[in-house]
């Protein structure tokens, strides 16, 4: 699946907050590299290095166009092409910092535990994920594609994330190897312009999927038909503007030393 730098930063102000908030649960990193893992264009790269002046960092994705933007906004940092599925670091890390990627790797709670083994004693682990699926803005997808007029479009779609595992089973995994883990959830409420600007956001993450699925001369009917489906979910507030609630999952797990 191709992702879209300019697409995911329509909305930067709203995106980097929880990178921001994650990122405020990190004490001074142990010795080694300061990894932002699925580092898309950059942004949380950039807090990264503001946070911890003088320390080396580095940003590792898997798209080139997300790579390309973040090259460009920080020229200064190494960013790396690799596939966090089977990436480790190459000597111990001080940080590995993940906001909103992991969501997207199966198993991810077995890559997260093998990537402990990557931190240096008193190294970090610092997750964010998006914990949404039940929203209307992510239900509506699946209820568009399954309706009669997409239904055999959709037949054998299969590319819809899988739901987070409970809570319980980061403190239990991450546990065998940290001194310490912390999970917590976080709703952020975003006051959005329009119906349109929910689409708009989701086009740069959660949708992609379902457009990227359509032959190209059928994504804007689809997109129209969820348009309308948002529009009677989510009805005006009093200035105009409508809300969207957006439920993340925020772990960070400290190794032992």
Known sequence: MVWSAAQYLKF????????????????????????????????????????FPGRTVAGIDSDEDMLAAARRRLPDIIFQKADLERWVPEA?????????????VPEHLNVLDRLMVGLSPGGTLAVQMPDNLDADSHMLMEEVARSPRWE?????????????????????????????????HTTYYHALDNAEAIVEWVRGTGLRPYLAHLPAEQRDAYR???????????????DDRVLLPFKRLFVIAVKTR
Not at 23 to 48: F, H, K, M, R
Not at 157 to 179: D, N
């Open 12 to 51: 930067e102000a709203e995106r980097t907050r929880p990178a921001r908030d994650l990122l405020a649960q990190v004490d001074t990193p142990a010795d080694g590299l300061l990894y932002d893992l699925g580092c898309g264009p950059g942004n949380s790269t950039e807090l990264i290095a503001k946070r």
């Open 92 to 104: 111990p890390a001080g940080l590995l910092y993940a906001n909103a990627v992991f969501q997207w």
């Open 152 to 184: 055999k479009a959709f037949r054998d779609f299969a590319i819809r994330r899988a739901p987070l595992p409970p809570p319980s089973a980061y403190l239990e995994t991450l546990g065998r190897t940290a001194a310490r883990v912390d999970v917590w």
């Open 224 to 238: 129209a038909d969820y348009l309308e489906s948002i529009t009677a979910a989510f009805p005006a507030m009093a």
